[in-house]
């Protein structure tokens, strides 16, 4: 049995999540299916994350074992032909030791957040970021942001249906930067920790954001973290603007 190590970008938009559901399609289905395709085999995935409907991925990582004698570029050509037409695709292929575990190996998470800062209606970014046509002050964000840098209990930031068994978490990092994009002044929110609860950069991002409307001051985030309360949440951010960037190995 030989085990490989996918990395996968994918258009979360279709899907139900990464992980399989039995009431709509996901991410791993896709792939698992594609996968058994191409070797004949019961082959089960698994990933670095648990993405939520409507969200993506530019490089999850993930693992799959296979007994057939199969070099990893026929592999992920075989297993990226199968998929069409489901908006996913084996971006890299490689061979890795069996102690080697997407999800346990894993050190390190990074995500993105992409808020497109304008009042048009988004027409070729639509399901790929939040389109907010209230003037954020990105600089303001930035610094309440880093109320939630560290070590902390993220109990206001963390879904009613979170199956993590603490709410202390390490957030490494949580910068707010802003330029002029292609489709008008952007906004690109970076949290990197070693794991998040459910829903927690979402739940962040949407605070951030109001506060950078103006109707939280960035003491009212320090509070709302301090509160460990959900019901001090301010907002949710929709999950079209939330990529998966990178998972962390150590010795990669």
């Known amino acids: 049995m030989t085990r490989f190590a996918l990395t996968l970008e994918y258009d979360g938009t279709a899907f139900f999540g990464l992980q399989r559901q039995a009431d709509g399609p996901s991410v791993q289905q896709s792939v698992e299916e594609a996968a058994q395709a191409i070797t004949g085999e019961d082959v089960r995935m698994h990933a670095a994350g648990r993405t939520d409907t409507g969200v993506h991925a530019a490089a999850m990582r993930a693992h799959i074992d296979v007994a057939k004698d199969i070099a990893p570029f026929r592999l992920m050509e075989g297993i990226n032909a199968k998929l069409r037409p489901d908006p996913v695709a084996v971006t890299a292929c490689q061979v890795v030791g069996n102690d080697w575990h997407a999800r346990f190996s894993c050190t390190g998470r990074r995500y993105l957040y992409r808020i497109v800062n304008r009042r048009a209606p988004l ?130």
């Open 123 to 252: 027409a070729l970014l639509k399901n790929r970021a939040w389109q907010v046509p209230q003037e954020l002050d990105a600089a303001a964000m930035h610094r309440a942001a880093q109320h939630l840098v560290g070590l902390h209990d993220f109990t206001t930031f963390r879904s009613a249906h979170c199956q993590s068994a603490s709410p202390v978490k390490t957030l490494d990092r949580l910068d707010v930067e802003a330029a002029e994009g292609a489709w008008g002044p952007e906004i690109a929110i970076h949290a990197a920790a070693r794991s998040f609860l459910h829903h927690q950069v979402r739940s962040m991002v949407g605070c951030l954001a109001l506060v950078g409307m103006g109707r939280w001051s960035e003491q009212d985030m320090a509070d709302a973290l301090a509160a460990r309360d959900r019901a001090a949440l301010g907002y949710n951010a929709p999950p079209q603007g939330l990529y998966f960037m990178e998972a962390i190995y150590n010795g990669q």
